[in-house]
């Protein structure tokens, strides 16, 4: 009888691999619940730091009502979905997304010469970083011992993170005026001295977070090669075409930065990629691509406003800068006639 009862039992059991299919997919789940966390502190550090930059300017009060007034609600909804893009999409075409976005930021950091970089990179990164946390975590926990219960551990505390960040912004959003007057709230005060550093601090753990997501997005497309030519047919055109469109695009968006554009652009670059895919990639890649779209989409109707926000700022201190320049003489001929007219004598 018991015999026959474990028979019977292990006919409704799955199979091995299926119980591996699903194993694989709760570390997915994880992994990509652990991306969507980082996504929601970096948005919420980013736009605690924007409403600090509006309401310290009496001239951006309007901008910082219109950060004030944002849904609290939707940032569990932008978690959730975000959670379920980036466990469906493939290892590889995140890979590609993560070193797409650190060949676009260091073209416009070595673009901009001088200083942090614009609110608008750190904004525009997003679904990036979620890819970058998600190939991470795929590369450094493959193989492990008990990698399910690892990354359970690593969501626990990217859970934990993200909630003492949304109870920040949402503290800061509401009350920090009133207790700023009244002096006696230690996270408002430490922010009233320490906001200008957010930038700094945001972008100095984006550089770590990207240089190892680069390491592992590289190790992971490199093990589907079987040989180093079948490695050379891949990466060469798609890094000779993704430079020059990334070059062109930055371009592109400085001679006309309309909130069109940003959408334009997206687009642009996932259809190359998509055609790329095409040609040296797999049918899964292709499918994984316009997953991608909707995710960049998504992160980018998530943080309209504030784009909108960065975009003017970025535009008024580009003409403040124009207006600041000393003037230089058109022609060095006519530099010299006028010096030369001067020092004759009447």
Known sequence: MPAGLLASLGAW???GPSLAWAAGLVDS?????VGACGVAVLFSLAKLHLYL???NDPERQAEAASVRGQW???DGLHVAVLTGLLT???DRVAALVVLEFSLRALSALLSRRQGPPGGQLLLLCQYSLGCGLSCSLGYLQAGAPR???NLLLAAGLAALLTRYAWRLARHVLAMYELHCQGRYCGACLFLLAAWPGIPRLLC???AVTFLVADLAAVALINRDFLTTSEAI???TPLTICYTLLVIYMQEEQRQNPREQMVYQTVFVRMGGLLVLLMTVGRWTDILNVLISLTGEVWCLLRTGALLEICRKQDFSQRLSHLASAPRRPINQHEDHLSKASAAAPS
Request: charged share 10%; glycine share 8%; aromatic share 16%.
């Open 147 to 149: 990698r399910t219960w």
């Open 29 to 33: 789940f994880l992994q990509g619940l």
């Open 72 to 74: 609290a609600l939707l």
């Open 13 to 15: 059991l799955p199979a």
């Open 204 to 206: 100095n753990a984006l």
């Open 233 to 235: 047919r891949f990466w």
């Open 53 to 55: 930059q509006c309401l």
């Open 88 to 90: 469906v999409v493939g």
